[in-house]
């Protein structure tokens, strides 16, 4: 490709609106313009290197026997209906009516599809294992898209759906997309490494997300460097003791805190209890209904971990009204002390099973650092007043006791817990392997004949790949302060040839043009920088296009029969100029 013909609209500044590098990178070298907040055009240069990770990711998946096919973007709700995400990811479904008033869902996702394909078209276990992929356009309602392509309205996703007789087969399965993952992601130039991730509302412990570690990055990632234990800090946990059990027996005392509705106030003169002998009350609406959460004053709440233990993800924090209606007093003074609570509070009757049942009574859920705590101090469910001497076990009825609290930096390992501690880095999302088990199947009725003749629920999985994010988290990583330095693999071009005059006739535009027309014949990608600018413009923009690979040809080094090729972010090197192609080609090795 020539310069003049191609379309490189290469940008010196940066729109104000791109806050982080790879978003200004993305929009200074041309590859990508904005049409709105979250939607943008891929232009030429940017849909080449896009192009590039969609084929390293379909051969990858190919490789592990994958099915590619394409599933519509435009869905009817009732599927969404049926598998009950129309409410639970409803704050994400982009819907619009047709002329008919009639309802559709821009695709986010394609559970709801694959699995209503299956189970039209699976129905023995002959059939099975089976994993279909597509690479295709996605939507989703962000709350707040920004940062270019990381986080866009419209984006392209690689998702696929994995279909298998029985939970071994299925985690089998599993493997195999984990391995293709760090093959794909090797391959793009990233490093990226898997953390062990959330299953929130499907449970389980097969979820794993690959991670570009960087400053800019969503997640924050919780690793131990000595064992290489790695988990997204919603699912993580660590080794950190329990709160440490005082002398038992004193009686609760009631005290008045006029004023006092923080953790902090309460830890200052003339009170002076630390945050760890507190412990703080939360009241969330999950379902319309409130439940209590106990969590030690110095601990932070990790929500992701409370959607498992409630079952959904459709819950948030309790008004300040709603607090009064359900403990009688405002944040601040709250607490679950039974003898301060409204009769129907505290462990539900159990039902015959023995198990609690799921009423109308309140569930108080604890935090498991606050097992066998006393001595505590807790907000007495009276506006200004809080109780001391509390002990967990004997004033507060419990009803399930779980992992709740964020884990901190520095906090020790689980797994090795005398060695130097967790760290904690943010990074970005880029892939995600799931094991769904049956929800899916369940739901749309996924079934299958197993060799006994019983209809089974296939075991399903789901595994996706941000493209878009992807292509952008390479930039994020590769890069210096002149541009883009694309890794070989993902690169729009491999090769960019410099001339530094352009006359038609001259030695120097005659040699560029050979060594183009050679290097285009042995099927390398090769971009010839044909513009009549200066040499200082024509550098800076192969820099920040961030060409592999940069051969220079100028009338000086020409007249000693040289020319320079300079690897991005590499040393210029001169070489014979009958041999430059070999030498090119040598580097792409
Ligand atoms: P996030 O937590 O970042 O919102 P997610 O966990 O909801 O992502 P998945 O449903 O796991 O995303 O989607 C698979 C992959 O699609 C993600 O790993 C990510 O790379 C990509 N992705 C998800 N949402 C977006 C988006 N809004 N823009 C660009 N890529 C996205
Ligand atoms: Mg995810």
Redesign the pocket.
């Known amino acids: 490709m020539k310069w003049t013909q191609a379309f490189i609209p290469t940008l010196r500044e940066a729109p104000a609106d791109a806050e982080i590098l790879s978003h200004k990178l993305l929009l200074r070298a041309g590859l990508i313009r904005k049409l709105a907040g979250g939607v943008y055009t891929f232009l030429p240069l940017g849909l080449r290197a896009l192009r590039k990770v969609e084929q390293i990711v379909r051969e990858e998946m190919d490789r592990a026997g994958a099915l590619e096919l394409l599933m519509p973007a435009l869905q009817p709700p009732e599927i969404w209906q049926q598998s009950g995400r129309y409410e639970t990811a409803g704050n994400v479904l982009f819907k619009l009516k047709d002329s008919g008033n009639r309802e559709w869902i821009l695709s986010p ?1 394609a559970e709801e599809v694959i699995t209503a394909t299956a189970a039209a078209e699976i129905n023995s276990y002959r059939q099975l294992p089976k994993n279909f992929y597509q690479i295709s356009v996605k939507f ?1 309602d ?1 709350i707040r ?1 920004r940062f270019g ?4 309205r419209e ?1 392209i ?1 690689k998702d696929a759906y994995s279909f298998d007789v029985s939970d071994e087969a299925a985690q089998v399965c599993y493997q195999k997309m984990y391995d293709a993952y760090a093959h794909i992601f090797a391959r793009c130039g990233l490093k990226a490494f898997p953390v062990e991730a959330d299953t929130g509302v499907i449970g389980g412990k097969f979820s794993h ?1 690959f991670m570009v570690p960087a400053e800019t990055g ?1 997640n924050e990632v919780v690793y131990c460097e000595a064992c290489g234990y790695a988990a997204n800090i919603e699912k993580a946990t660590s080794g950190i003791p329990k709160t440490a059990a005082r002398e038992a027996g004193a009686a609760i005392e009631k005290f008045a805190t006029p004023g006092v509705v923080t953790i902090e106030a309460l830890s200052k003169e003339p009170y002076k209890v630390p945050a760890n002998r507190q412990i703080k009350t939360l009241v969330y609406i999950a379902d319309s209904k409130p439940v209590i959460i106990l969590i030690r004053g110095d601990d932070q709440l990790n929500e992701a971990k409370l959607a498992g233990v409630i079952g959904t993800t459709v819950f948030r924090p309790a008004t300040p009204e709603e607090c009064v209606a359900t403990l009688g007093a405002k944040p601040g003074s709250l607490g679950a002390v039974a003898s301060a609570l409204k009769s129907s509070a505290g462990v539900p009757p159990a039902n015959s099973e023995g198990r609690p049942e799921a009423r109308a009574t309140l569930q108080i859920f604890a935090d498991e650092r606050l097992r066998g705590a006393n001595g505590m101090t807790t907000g007495a469910n009276e506006d200004g007043f809080h109780f001391r001497n509390v002990s967990i076990e004997r004033d507060i009825k419990v009803t399930q006791w779980f992992d709740l609290r964020t884990v901190t930096a520095g906090e020790p390992c689980a797994k090795c817990p005398d060695k130097s501690g967790l760290k904690i880095r943010r990074a970005i ?4 392997v799931f094991k769904l088990g049956t929800k899916y199947s369940e739901k749309l009725g996924a079934t299958f004949l197993d060799e006994a003749g019983t209809r089974k629920p296939a075991v399903m999985g789901c595994y ?3 493209i ?3 292509l952008q988290a390479v930039i994020e990583q590769c890069n210096d302060k002149d541009g883009i330095i694309w890794p070989l693999s993902v690169a729009p071009y491999q090769v960019c040839i410099t001339p530094l005059g352009v006359a038609p006739d001259s030695a120097v535009m005659k040699l560029a043009e050979k060594i183009y027309a050679d290097l285009t014949a042995r099927g390398v990608e090769v971009i010839l920088d044909d513009r009549d600018e200066r040499p200082g413009v024509k550098f800076k923009d192969a820099d920040l296009v961030g060409f592999p690979i940069r051969v220079g040809i100028g009338e000086k080094s020409l007249a000693k029969g040289e020319v320079e090729i300079k690897p991005r972010g590499g040393a210029l090197q001169p070489v014979k100029a009958d041999t430059a192609v070999e030498a090119v080609i040598k580097l792409l090795k």
Do not use: D, N, Y
Request: without cysteine; proline residues 5%.
């Open positions: 996702t989703r962000e898209p392509l990381m986080r866009a984006f996703m997300e969503e999302e880029v892939g995600h996706g790949i941000g878009t994010r992807t």
